[in-house]
């Protein structure tokens, strides 16, 4: 496939963070716009079928824009604009240490963003980038269609991670760290089956970070064994892979529990992992055709 030709982009928040972006524009400058946005820790070009999606996209008269999320990598460098209410433009930012509802801003401003040169935008995560979409739109009352790739129930996989310890034990113990350390291991990270040879791994993380994770909305909205009641007006495609060992539940049970949030919802199955490899073709093809 060709490589698709992008933009280099920046915006910026009200408190002077400047987000850094690509921009792959289709011919038709006001055509629709998928903004997607990527997972915990993960960052712009992080999703592996990301480059192919934009190229058929833009073949086939969308935008995309992909950004980096405050909460990008583990620990980066984030810049702010000159004139922030501090002594230096440079902090560190990133999954470790920035509260799940900083999501919701980050989101925004790219929303505010696409809405200067694009009529349409359709809302596309991946992995907690769809926890991070969903929350937006409810916190904010806004609806855009929405694509979820590899939606996970991420209270089940924290269960699996710091078993036999609770979610409640756990937010007792944060009062007993400081705010400017690494939290113990034992805290956060992902407890994958046996077969995938990559076993138990650690996310370093913060405090601010793992409180706003335990105690807001990231934990509830994919949730298999208790349902979140929410509902929103919008159309949903929501893809699995039935090898992702990052799936808790059979697709058939997520899509089920799924079905009843959205005024349309689609659920498709591919044979693919986390990153819905090797069906990237399979992928392209059922977007498009949900997206016409």
Known sequence: MI????????????????????LYRAKDSLAKTIIHVHGMCGNMLSFSALIDLAAAYQNNGYNL????????????????????????????????????????VDIQCAINF????????????????CESIIAHQITS???????????????????????????AELIDELDNYPDNELLPAYFF?????????????????????????????????????????YHLPIRCLCVLGRKDPMQTYMPKHAFDVLNSKFDEFLGVELNGDHELKP???????????WLR
């Open 141 to 167: 009352g806004q609806n855009y269609d929405t694509i979820l790739l590899s939606p996970c129930d991420a209270y089940r996989l924290q269960m699996d991670y710091i078993y036999p310890k609770t979610v």
């Open 3 to 22: 490589r698709p030709l992008c933009e280099v982009v920046k915006f910026t928040a009200q408190d002077g963070y400047i987000y850094t972006g690509l």
């Open 114 to 129: 696409v809405k200067s040169f694009s009529n349409k935008i359709v809302l596309q995560g991946h992995s907690m980038g």
């Open 279 to 289: 069906e990237q073709e399979e992928l392209i093809k059922n977007i498009l055709h």
């Open 65 to 104: 824009l992909t950004f980096n999320l405050k909460a990008h990598d583990c620990i980066a460098e984030g810049v702010y604009a000159n004139g922030f209410d501090t002594k230096e433009e440079f902090y560190y930012v990133g999954g470790s240490l920035e509260p799940f509802e900083r999501r919701y």
């Open 189 to 229: 990270g992902i407890n994958t089956p046996t077969y995938t040879n990559i076993g138990r791994y650690t996310i370093p993380i913060y405090k601010k970070a793992m409180h706003s994770i335990l105690t807001g909305l990231a934990l509830k909205i994919f949730r298999q064994d208790k349902n979140f009641e």
